[in-house]
Antibody, heavy 118, light 107 residues
């Protein structure tokens, strides 16, 4: 069974750096046909794709956020890490870790709610 | 970036109704479109991939069609468990982008 689980801080202060970890099971991050994305959703709003990483270390980022984002992976630990610098209250939302299966997202992690507040 | 629009933004329908949602891309995306269902408090779930392919286990009342810039998602007979928000998503070009969502509820 494929699962992904996000972990990280629930509260972050403005200007701080957010670090989120996605721990996967049921598939390998070295599998050449799969990758992992991070997607976020502000409360009551739409989904926003943030970044992805594949087994060959190919990475891509949201145009509007790429200066603040870094995605990396540790294949031996089955983990994908996303860092987002200079957090702002508008970055409050649920952050999802998702497997990229061919060209669609499946399955999704349960999501982790991050609140940015002083 | 490719912009995705959806209409309507919300709709109310009765059990058994046919429900249609449209999604439009700001440029041609071939058939590189997926549809997701998100129930309140839950993570999204893929229903349709590659415009018209039904994900395994998804009821056949869900369907998708279209190509180029205009796409349609249909629920042939709305069921109470279909109450959710539906999102389209393009993967023709990076960055990946989602539509703003269509909220479906019961009349």
């Amino acid at each position: 069974q494929v699962t992904l689980k996000e972990s990280g801080p629930v509260l972050v202060k403005p200007t701080e750096t957010l670090t989120l970890t996605c721990t996967v099971s049921g598939f390998s991050l070295s599998n050449p046909t799969m990758g992992v994305s991070w997607i976020r959703q502000p409360p009551g709003k739409a989904l926003e794709w943030l970044a992805h990483i594949f087994s060959n270390d190919e990475k891509s980022y949201s145009t509007s956020l790429k200066r603040r984002l870094t995605i990396s992976k540790d294949t031996s630990k089955s983990q994908v890490v996303l860092t987002m610098t200079n957090m702002d209250p508008v970055d409050t939302g649920t952050y999802y870790c998702v497997r990229i299966r061919q060209n669609w997202f499946d399955p999704w992690g349960q999501g982790t709610l991050v609140t940015v507040t002083s | 970036d490719i912009q995705m629009t959806q209409s309507p933004s919300s709709l109310s329908a009765s059990v058994g109704d046919r429900v249609t949602i449209t999604c439009q891309a700001s440029q041609e995306i071939s058939n590189s479109l997926n549809w997701y269902q998100q129930k309140p408090g839950k993570a999204p779930k893929v229903l349709i991939y590659g415009t018209s392919n039904l994900e395994t286990g998804v009821p056949s009342r869900f369907s998708g069609s279209g190509s180029g810039t205009d796409f349609t998602f249909t629920i042939s007979s709305l069921q109470p468990e279909d109450i959710a928000t539906y999102y389209c998503q393009q993967y023709d070009d990076l960055p990946i982008t989602f539509g703003p969502g269509t909220k479906v509820d019961l009349k």
